[in-house]
């Protein structure tokens, strides 16, 4: 028994030795250590603006810790000169690009090590146009208005409209949403018509896109770009028109309506581009037979028949508020039936099939973003407490959202949070009532007062969400005989802090509209108030992460006049526009600032003489 187990012993001290040894074993005569390994980071992909630095910001190691070495390469878009090609963090200049063709270059860091063992990581940058300003300026006092693009970062300014006979005018304008042209309504010639006219935000040339149609409809002058920026629809001598922005293709949209051609109401794009809802009255030889209709133009069938939305619905009196669903699968409008004084609110396709009545005493709707639902108010029992009900827009669904004592009284306005799941809504129970702001979930399940913070008489106006959703900036008083001051809050109520106390000079809060109040990254929003109890009014921007306040605008007495509109913000968030007599009492003139106040910039300093420039101006895309 005992040779037996020496023997199995020494059996498996031969199967453990040979299994260390095949292994590799501490011992010598091993396989030797695996090659090191290298990494590569190219940094996070990068945007920016024409003719500015651009830092790159490589990083690699070699897992052992052995020297290594960086090697940039570009693999395609616009050729650019790097300041080094074998450093970490090398720079070159943005090139020019085309506004509304943003160019992308790739760049590629390789990361050698001594034992030809290497990465590799590539990093894309975006490189944009740079931003720019169109505004309308007289440059003597006859308040002959043209039409001005500041470059910011060119520093330049260039005049877009077209030769002007002299009292000539530019009216309205807008910049296509490519920012790649600019429409106007223009009298060029001073022939008592306005004309329509389309311009490379370049400045590189005019032409004229109405055609010689004079685009002044008694009172009517209107006209709207396409969302894709394509083409522009406006009225003109009876008539809907669509055009191409190179001018090309002009097209009537709309036969005459009936035999003394009607009226126009409202004409909408669809999100998509494609179609155009547009409202008449059809006026019939029988007046009595005379009628109101909804028509549906698609662009893609422009020698097609229109279909007339209404068909399924007799007897309507008037139809207006026509808003597309976002998808463009939808319209909501209110109609009046004929001997009433209600709306009924109507959702239908396109083709006008089976539409459906989800309010028969609607007052005004919205769609949600997410095209799923609206929201609309009614007054089922005629009491002026207003109903606010959301519902989906199959009319599966119906959900009160102030169906509490609370929450009930006249609904002043409400508005969806940018991804559909809440209505932030404001109701006042009288004329002299103080006003309360709500913010209640889409699905009913809860409101919550975002303005009770204060006193039992708090008055909250002028509220808007901040384009990510989770704040909202409203004015309110402590008191109605009090002044208003600025407030953020988080949606769900739990943090409010009065942004204007730390700027103690400020008195008399006014907010703007909503597309004015917020930065497009919603960081900051913007305000004027009286600064110093001067009544001389200053542009404050309150950051609403750091809760920290910025007057903006130059403070009294270093201004010789009131600051004439509200901050728009650029589309980068860093910088705001406004037009003030900071210089000049007498003058109007078109200013830019950042978020601190550090830089203040005269735009328009250098071409104003005597005249001034109007509160009408708008930044590129």
């Known amino acids: ?81 790097l300041s080094s090609t074998i450093s970490r963090d090398p720079t070159f200049e943005a090139p020019d690009v085309t506004i509304g063709e943003p160019a992308e270059i790739v760049l590629r860091l390789t990361v050698s090590n001594d034992r030809n063992s290497s990465a590799q990581d590539d990093v894309s940058v975006t490189v944009r146009a740079s931003d720019f300003l169109v505004f309308q300026a007289a440059k003597d006092s006859l308040d002959s208005y043209e039409l001005y693009k500041y470059d910011v970062g060119q520093d330049t300014t260039t005049k877009l409209s077209g030769p002007m006979v002299f009292g000539g005018n530019v009216f309205e304008f807008s910049i296509s949403p490519d920012g790649r042209s600019v429409a106007y309504q223009a009298d060029q010639d001073t022939d008592g018509n306005l004309e329509l006219y389309v311009v490379s935000s370049d400045g590189s040339g005019w032409l004229k896109a109405s055609g010689g149609l004079s685009t002044t409809v008694g009172n009517r002058v209107g006209f709207e770009w396409a969302p894709n920026g394509a083409s522009l629809l406006f009225f003109a001598e009876s008539g809907l028109f669509v055009v191409n922005a190179d001018g090309s293709d002009l097209l009537r949209v709309n036969e005459p309506f009936g035999p003394s051609g009607g009226f126009f109401g409202e004409a909408r794009w669809s999100p998509d581009s494609r179609y155009i809802a547009y409202v008449g009255r059809y006026t019939a030889e029988i007046i009595s037979e005379s009628e109101f209709r909804l028509y549906v133009h698609d662009t893609n069938s422009p020698n097609g028949v229109d279909q007339n939305v209404l068909a399924g619905l007799a007897g309507v009196e008037a139809v207006n508020l026509v808003h597309w669903s976002p998808d463009s699968s939808r319209l909501a409008y209110l109609v009046a039936p004929e001997g009433t004084l209600d709306s009924n609110l109507i959702v239908s396709s396109l083709d006008g099939a089976a539409p459906l009545s989800l309010s028969q005493v609607a007052h005004w709707h919205k769609w949600s973003p997410d095209s799923e639902y609206l929201v609309f108010e009614e007054d089922l029992d005629r009491d002026l407490a207003g109903d606010l009900i959301v519902a989906r827009r199959d009319g599966s669904s119906r959900i009160p959202l102030n169906n509490d004592q609370e929450t009930r009284g006249s609904i002043l306005d409400f508005r969806w949070s940018p991804d559909s799941s809440q209505v932030a809504f404001s109701v006042r129970d009288g004329d002299t009532s103080p006003t309360r702001l709500y913010v209640a979930r889409s699905d009913g399940t809860s409101a919550t007062r975002i303005s009770h913070y204060r006193t039992a008489t708090s008055d909250s106006r002028s509220f808007a969400w901040s384009p990510g959703g989770s704040r909202i900036a409203f004015r309110e008083r402590a008191d109605l005989d009090g002044a208003f001051d600025a407030i953020v809050a988080s949606a769900d109520g739990g943090e409010v802090h009065v942004v204007s106390e730390p700027a103690a000079d400020a008195d008399g809060v006014t907010l703007g509209f909503s597309a004015d109040l917020w930065s497009p990254d919603s960081s900051h929003f913007s305000w004027r108030a009286a600064v110093d109890g001067s009544g001389t009014f200053g542009l404050y921007v309150s950051d609403v992460d750091n809760l920290v306040t910025n007057l903006v605008t130059p403070r009294p007495p270093e201004v010789a006049g009131q600051l004439q509109s509200f901050g728009r913000w650029s589309s980068d968030s860093s910088a705001l526009a406004y037009t003030s007599q900071q210089d000049s009492a007498t003058k109007t003139e078109l200013y830019i600032s950042n978020v601190d106040g550090s830089m203040n910039i005269r735009v328009s300093g250098s071409m104003i003489e005597q005249g001034r420039v109007a509160d009408n101006f708008s930044w590129s895309p």
């Open 1 to 81: 028994i005992r040779d037996r187990f020496q023997l199995a012993k020494a059996v498996v001290l031969f199967v453990l030795l040979t299994v260390v040894s095949s292994c590799g074993g501490s011992g010598g005569g091993g396989g030797g250590p695996g090659p090191s390994v290298v990494t590569a980071s190219a940094g996070a992909d990068i945007g920016a603006v024409e003719r500015t630095t651009v830092r790159l910001s490589g990083s690699g190691f070699d897992s052992e810790g052995s020297p290594v070495t960086f090697l940039w390469t570009q693999i395609s878009g616009p050729a650019v000169t």
